[in-house]
């Protein structure tokens, strides 16, 4: 805010608008359509939210897993357990879709039981060869018992690869092509072919195919997002216009603040097409949250119309007053909900900053149509009827502010008390919050993508890759037997962790090796002696196939391994002591002057993004506070009034955080915004509140009491109104399947509640109580703007 936005400047601008209304619409229009024409530009995220900054260590760690081994996140998994597939129709028709998947190009490779290979040891060639697990179709029970006895006890190198041999369960993998696993080829792939075969071998068979894996729930999960969008949109037009049209009782005005929403909607979609944003869990709610906060903007606009009509009848008049009285008003609303949002600007995250940008950029245009359509549609109309006037004298909301009012005039101690055991009580919950940094947590639970997470935990113990690269530092130093026999203790230790699945390495081919050197034998699958590794190794090396499986376990150079075990979804506090524990363990068993050993993967990029991303909220909020603190300053130039108006918004967030750890709703991308949005829009209430209750003081002679009264009547009605108006507009966020996205739309609505009582409560009786301290010409000096008009003081 500058000095020079003052009465004389809103005046001008009044001016302008009304003489130029022709050439604004056609403005406004022109510009509806460039940002229309952009929507072409949108993108829908394709991989997961990186909530990391690229220059982050952990980031540059997993990028350089990512150059050595190219995409980890490229594995789609099907699995059936169910009997009736050992028949041989339905073994031949399961055989049979592997071979179908196989044949799509964005295919990169399929193991199942249809192409599985064993090694075999060609004794006069002194080689390995890769040999087919099925040579012909099996056309009988007894045919397939055999298959199966043979692949549940005899090779052990595919058990939690293709198989559980507890429950029998059998899986097959599909290897997405690398190059489209990031791309819209993928969803087109996913939707348009492989959901389509999947559902047609269901139909011919009756068995339930569970599928996971990242691209695929990635996908579904996208298209998740994509759908609630418009569900969003559309819920938060019928909810904030049955609510408008209940306080105006006016189809023209319910219309016009529709026609504003509508195109501040189309305006939000085109600055994500203008930016080349993606589309995320978060950019998705930017369109209905700019409904939910345009709407008040509508509200006090009519409303100033109405009752300018109402009082002179004078339609040039009542639109100039319009702009001019409520111009500054809705200008500083819009201002500090908009510091709220862009303060997660200055956060490292990707994620969150183009968030911050759009939704600041967003609330601000909103304002911008609010001040222009709603002024400039009414100048083409007829003066509104009196029937259209009768809510102004509406008398059902004054039960409401008197109880207020005969609250803080009688029962302050008990304000006081009740304020102090909330306080106390929410400092305790503070401490049982958690910080979740699951991947999967936010998803819809009733998706039967979700499902089948749960059912590959069970199964197969996760499906997020977990990856542990180990640079030996020498060519060709993986091979070496000591370094195998590192691996292999490592591994022993990942098998014995809760929560993780059996890893797979260079160690289980190098045991398979000595397994096929032993003619099969599966009691040889195991590490060779250092006298039987030069003879296996002197097989392995005239191998073409055996060197092909060596390439997904090592780098080119044989320097550089890798190995690789699934995690199930866990707390964060879980897989930091998982990530703890097998650090120890990677310490005690690779040197570190002999190895480099790192740990990545997606899910440990997510969860320490979500540790770095709490981080940053108190770095953001803390910013918004500060902003707005200096923004009051400069309103009201006096530190106690600020420290004042500071209390009864703060007082809301504390109470949130204390809900969220006794309720055990943890710290999470999507929570972490509850506080900064909250905040951002609440101090609206103050804002208004404290510019009364100034120029109350002022028309009253410094008399404190009659002046709070005198604010609190004054300003109670429309803080009500606009209250409602976000408590319902956030609540449409509780309808959606995502997790987070309820949490977000629950936790605002009600810091929004909490925060209006504070400010109509808790702000009065800090007034009354403190008045010797601050109710003087002194404290309180003339502003160096005023919010409200001349006519309200």
Avoid at 540 to 557: P, V, W
Avoid at 629 to 654: C, D, E, G, V
Wanted: net charge positive; glycine share 6%; proline share 4%.
């Amino acid at each position: 805010m500058v000095a020079w936005i003052s009465k004389g400047f809103w005046e001008r601008v009044a001016r302008i608008i009304l003489r130029n209304r022709i050439l604004i619409l056609l403005i406004i229009v022109g510009v509806t359509v460039f940002l229309g024409i952009q929507w072409k530009n949108m993108r829908f995220t394709y991989t997961e939210a990186n909530l990391l900054p690229d220059h982050h260590p952990v980031n540059v760690q997993y990028n350089k897993f990512l150059e050595t081994f190219g995409e980890e996140g490229n594995l789609i998994v099907l699995a059936t357990k169910d009997p009736a597939l050992f028949t041989p129709r339905n073994f031949n028709l399961w055989n049979k879709l592997s071979k179908q998947l196989n044949a799509f190009p964005e295919v990169d490779l399929v193991v199942s039981t249809d192409n599985l290979k064993e090694l075999s040891k060609n004794t006069e060639k002194q080689e390995f060869e890769l040999k087919p697990f099925l040579d012909h179709h099996p056309e009988t029970k007894a045919a397939i018992d055999t298959l199966k006895n043979h692949l549940f006890h005899e090779l052990p190198f595919y058990e939690s690869l293709l198989f559980n041999k507890k429950n029998q369960t059998i899986r097959t993998a599909v290897y997405i092509d690398k190059e489209i696993v990031n791309t819209p080829v993928r969803k087109d792939f996913i939707f348009n072919d492989f959901i389509p075969l999947i559902e047609k071998f269901e139909n011919k068979t009756g068995l339930k195919v569970h599928v996971s894996g990242m691209p695929y729930i990635r996908t579904l999960n996208s298209q998740n997002i994509i759908d609630e969008i418009g569900g969003f949109i559309l819920a938060a037009l019928g909810v904030t216009s049955l609510i408008f049209f209940f306080f105006f009782r006016s189809f023209r005005a319910t219309f016009i603040s529709m026609i504003v929403v509508i195109i501040g909607v189309m305006w939000a979609f085109g600055i994500l097409g203008l930016l080349h944003y993606e589309i995320t869990v978060l950019t998705a709610l930017i369109p209905p949250l700019i409904i939910v906060i345009g709407i008040p903007n509508c509200i006090f606009l009519i409303n100033k119309y109405q009752q300018e009509v109402k009082k002179h009848g004078n339609q040039a008049k009542s639109l100039q007053r319009v702009i001019s009285k409520v111009g500054n008003a809705t200008l500083m609303t819009n201002a500090t909900t908009a510091i709220g949002f862009a303060s997660f600007i200055v956060t490292e995250s990707k994620l969150l900053k183009e968030f911050g940008i759009v939704a600041s950029i967003n609330i601000l245009a909103i304002f911008i149509l609010s001040l222009l359509i709603i002024p400039i549609i009414y100048s083409f109309m007829s003066l509104p009827k009196k029937r259209h006037l009768k809510h102004l004298n509406k008398r059902w909301i004054g039960g409401f502010v008197n109880w207020m009012e005969q609250t803080v005039r009688h029962k302050r101690i008990e304000i006081f008390v009740c304020s102090l055991i909330l306080l106390v009580a929410s400092i305790i919950g503070i401490y049982q919050m958690k910080i979740s940094g699951s991947i999967i947590e936010d998803m819809p639970k009733s998706a039967d993508f979700f499902d089948d997470i749960r059912f590959f935990e069970k199964e197969f113990d996760g499906i997020m890759p977990l990856e542990i690269m180990i640079d030996t530092r020498r060519k060709n130093g993986v091979l070496k037997l000591s370094t195998l026999q590192r691996m292999d203790k490592l591994e022993e230790l990942i098998r014995e962790t809760p929560g993780l699945s059996k890893p797979i390495s260079v160690v289980n081919l190098v045991k398979y090796s000595k397994q096929a050197y032993y003619n099969g034998n599966p009691t040889y699958y195991q590490l060779p002696s250092t006298q039987e590794n030069h003879f296996i190794l002197s097989y392995a090396k005239k191998s073409s196939g055996h060197t092909d499986l060596l390439r997904s376990f090592i780098d080119s150079t044989g320097q550089i391994a890798r190995i690789t075990t699934f995690m199930k979804d866990m707390g964060t506090d879980q897989m930091e002591e998982v990530q703890h524990q097998l650090k120890t363990n990677i310490d005690k068993i690779f040197s570190k002057d002999r190895y480099d050993v790192s740990m990545t993967g997606k899910a440990l990029v997510f969860m320490k993004g979500t540790k770095y991303l709490v981080k940053n909220l108190v770095i953001s909020l803390s910013l918004a506070i500060l902003l707005i603190a200096i923004f009051m300053a400069y309103m009201f130039r006096s530190f106690k009034m600020i420290i004042i108006s500071l209390i009864p918004n703060l007082f809301p967030l504390i109470i949130t955080a204390g809900v969220m750890g006794f309720l055990g709703i943890p710290i999470k991308p999507s929570t972490i915004l509850v506080f900064s949005i909250a905040f951002g829009i609440s101090v609206d209430d103050t804002i208004h509140f404290l510019a009364k209750y100034r120029q109350e003081l002022v028309s009253n002679g410094w008399k404190i009491r009659r002046s709070v009264f005198a604010a609190l009547r004054e300003t109670g009605v429309s803080m009500f109104y606009t209250s409602i108006v976000l408590f319902f507009g956030f609540s449409v966020f509780m309808t959606s399947s995502f997790g987070g996205t309820v949490a977000l739309g629950g936790l605002v609505s009600s810091t929004l509640l909490f925060a209006m009582l504070s400010n109509l409560i808790l702000l009065p009786s800090l007034l009354l109580s403190l008045e010797k301290s601050i109710a003087n010409k002194q404290v309180l000096k003339e502003p160096n703007f005023d919010v409200l008009t001349d006519e309200d003081k």
